[in-house]
């Protein structure tokens, strides 16, 4: 399967946007992008030193219309981490977080290789 270049830019878009929109108010913003290549896939990482998500959440923020913080702290709808879990698997790769509250969050998303 060839990547769709239209939704791997939408992907990006929502992460890294995402990392800069959870910014912490207490320290300057500090975002990394990187990737990683093993036998069978690429594995791309975006990580922040942001608001953090609670262990309890890293799950429910990839639904659809799940939102962890109100609307009047930080704007939004809830599609973009479900929007982008869809577009990984569409190109049967996988997405995760891993985070720490008032530390910062890392988003994972692996590709195969052609």
Not at 18 to 47: G, V
Request: net charge negative; glycine share 6%; aromatic share 10%.
């Amino acid at each position: 399967m060839r990547a769709d270049p239209v939704l791997l830019l939408q992907l990006w878009q929502n992460l890294i946007s995402n990392a800069i929109e959870f910014q912490s108010k207490e320290r300057l913003p500090l975002i990394t992008i990187s990737a990683d290549e093993s036998a069978m896939e690429w594995i791309f990482a975006i990580t922040d030193n942001g608001i953090g998500i609670r262990t309890e959440d890293t799950e429910r923020i990839f639904t659809l219309f799940q939102r962890i913080y109100s609307v009047a702290d930080y704007p939004g709808t809830g599609i973009g981490l479900a929007t982008c879990k869809k577009i990984v698997e569409r190109h049967n790769g996988r997405l995760w977080v891993e985070s720490t509250v008032d530390v910062g969050t890392t988003f994972y998303f692996s590709l195969p290789k052609l």
